[in-house]
Each structure stands twice: as structure tokens, then as C-alpha cells.
């Protein structure tokens, strides 16, 4: 089984929906990212939590939030989906800050 | 604003030759960088690490940092086919952050 698991792998959905992403871990860190990721422009930053009430946006975060449900369990929500959303997102958690682990990533088409 | 650059490429190599990738970045102030790799639509995986100015050997990888010029390298030596892939470099700029280049794609023909 996989250390970062993502759900769903493939989205599409209409503009203005509402849609979740999900990211759970067996890897035992506290510190969980998401980050989309775009042809050209490498990996950004969209929220990041060192722990449960540890909440912290990045670089790209309007139109974006988060939950930390528990350790292991760290979702992204697009409260209104618009085309420029679609991208190809990942969860990750890592060690200290030193090693990232991702998972296989959700793809998302927004029409 | 703090940025980590690589060139784009595609970066093609023969078959058994040495692959190297470059990456600069912008903040004296980083402490650890990291070498990535991406097969298409994969995501990331580590692959090198290195924290201090010098060479650091792994296998066939080889990452040399030089603080002084900003510089990150990696090489591959005895190149193969499944080395062809996205390599990112990325750089820890405190708060356990890092920072991501958008990626050198390197095509290794055989």
C-alpha cells in the first residue's frame, strides 16, 4: 500500500462546483503539504500544516482551503472551481522538512 | 522573492554518457538541497540530498553544491534510458519550506 494516498486520481468538474481532494498517510509525519503543479511552472505551494491546529497558507492559496481531520488525514477543498484551477495537485508529507514523500497525485480538469 | 532556476531543456544524452543538470537559486541563506526526479504524470521521488559545499556520490549520482556561486549540480554517469525523466531541484529555505525549480527534462537516447 502506498505511504501518501490521494483521492480521486482523475476529476472533472464544472465551474463554480464545489470539490474535495483527499490525502491520507501511514508515514507517521506531522507535517502534510499540497501543492499543484503546472507545465513550465514547477510545484506551488498551496497550504501546509505541521500538526492538527497548525494551519498555514502558501504561496498560492486564494480560492483554496483546508482541513487537517487528523495526523494522518490532510484534505484540499476548491470552494468554486474555475478553469484556471485545473492542474495536476499533490499531497506530501515529510521528515523534519528534509524529505518529502508524495502520492501519485490528482489530476483535475475544470470545464 | 526567493527562486530556484533550471533550464528547461529538453537536455538529450546519449546512452552511457555522464547527464549533467544545473540549478541556481537566489537565497544565501539555504541550508539543504535536493534533487528530484518525475517520469511523466509520476509524482516526485527523492533521489539525492545534499547540505554542505563538496561532492556528494550515490551510485551512478553525483550532486555538487557550491554555496558561494548558488549553484547545484547533478550528474549521471553511464546514463540510461530510465534515467530519462523531469528532474527538479529543490532548495530548503527555513521553516522547513522548500523551494521548487520547474524542472529539467532529460532524454537519454539510446
Known amino acids: 500500500d502506498a505511504d501518501v494516498t490521494q483521492t480521486p486520481r482523475n476529476r472533472i468538474t464544472k465551474t463554480g462546483k464545489r470539490i474535495m481532494l483527499e490525502c491520507s498517510q501511514t508515514k507517521g509525519h506531522d507535517r502534510m503539504y499540497w501543492y499543484r503543479q503546472d507545465p513550465g511552472l514547477g510545484l506551488r505551494l498551496i497550504y501546509y500544516s505541521f500538526d492538527v491546529k497548525d494551519i498555514n497558507k502558501g504561496e498560492i492559496s486564494d480560492g483554496y482551503s483546508v482541513s487537517r481531520q487528523a495526523q494522518a488525514k490532510f484534505s484540499l477543498s476548491l470552494e468554486s472551481a474555475i478553469p484556471n484551477q485545473t492542474a495536476l495537485y499533490f499531497c506530501a508529507t515529510s521528515d523534519l522538512g528534509r524529505r518529502f514523500f508524495f502520492g501519485s497525485g490528482t489530476r483535475l480538469t475544470v470545464v | 522573492q526567493k527562486e530556484v532556476e533550471q533550464n528547461s531543456g529538453p537536455l538529450s544524452v546519449p546512452e552511457g554518457a555522464i547527464a549533467s543538470l544545473n540549478c541556481t537559486?537566489?537565497?544565501?541563506?539555504?541550508?539543504?538541497?535536493?534533487?528530484?526526479?518525475?517520469?511523466?504524470?509520476?509524482?516526485?521521488?527523492?533521489?539525492?540530498?545534499?547540505?554542505?559545499?563538496?561532492?556528494?556520490?550515490?551510485?551512478?549520482?553525483?550532486?555538487?553544491?557550491?554555496?558561494?556561486?548558488?549553484?547545484?549540480?547533478?550528474?549521471?554517469?553511464d546514463s540510461q534510458p530510465s534515467d530519462s525523466a523531469t528532474y527538479l531541484c529543490a532548495v530548503n529555505v527555513g521553516n522547513y519550506q522548500l523551494i521548487w525549480g520547474a524542472g529539467t527534462k532529460l532524454i537519454i537516447k539510446p
Open chain 2, 25 to 77: 537559486y537566489s537565497d544565501r541563506g539555504s541550508q539543504s538541497f535536493f534533487w528530484y526526479r518525475q517520469y511523466s504524470g509520476k509524482s516526485p521521488e527523492l533521489i539525492m540530498f545534499i547540505y554542505s559545499n563538496g561532492d556528494k556520490e550515490d551510485g551512478r549520482f553525483t550532486a555538487q553544491l557550491n554555496k558561494a556561486s548558488q549553484y547545484v549540480s547533478l550528474l549521471i554517469r
